[in-house]
């Protein structure tokens, strides 16, 4: 869950899965979020870096974290919604979108103005399957379309 907040995705989702891994860096969130998933703590893990596309004291790539980590990258879903951010996330994820098997995600492309294009283009480069949300959003005077999901 790449810019968890509240993380309201995870929670709908915390009976189904295995491990999530919570990214958020915002202090304001951390509290509830320990308190929210305390009798799920064997299966959560807050991570308190940015997910960008390079590596240091602040930000980390979704490659390195798993290779780090040595977690597995197949039968994962990736969950963005980080501000803008979510090309660079996207970037730091080439070896995942790759080589990774039966993962799916769901990024948000609305908080800059080309976002549906941009990424788009770039997970159809990894052969997935890519599919935009129906509907619109109203943001910064215009109808954007708000997510886009794929599929391996």
């Known amino acids: 869950d790449i810019g968890a907040a509240e993380a309201i995705f995870t929670l709908d989702t915390i009976e189904y899965i295995d491990h999530a891994y919570l990214f958020e860096c915002d202090e304001s969130w951390i509290e509830a979020l320990e308190a929210t998933f305390a009798p799920y703590?064997?299966?959560i893990t807050i991570v308190r870096k940015y997910v960008s596309d390079v590596d240091d004291e602040d930000n980390i790539t979704l490659d390195t974290f798993f290779r780090d980590e040595g977690k597995f990258i197949?039968?994962?879903f990736l969950k963005m919604d980080i501000e803008g951010y979510e090309r660079k996330a996207l970037e730091g994820a080439v070896h995942i979108l790759e080589h990774g098997r039966q993962i799916g995600g769901s990024v948000c492309i609305y908080h800059l103005h080309d976002d549906k294009k941009v990424i788009e283009s770039e997970l159809k480069k990894f052969n997935l399957k890519i599919n935009i949300q129906p509907g619109y959003?109203?943001?910064e005077k215009e109808m954007r379309s708000a997510i886009i999901r794929f599929s391996r």
């Open 41 to 43: 703590k064997e299966k």
């Open 74 to 76: 197949d039968n994962l």
């Open 137 to 139: 959003l109203y943001f």
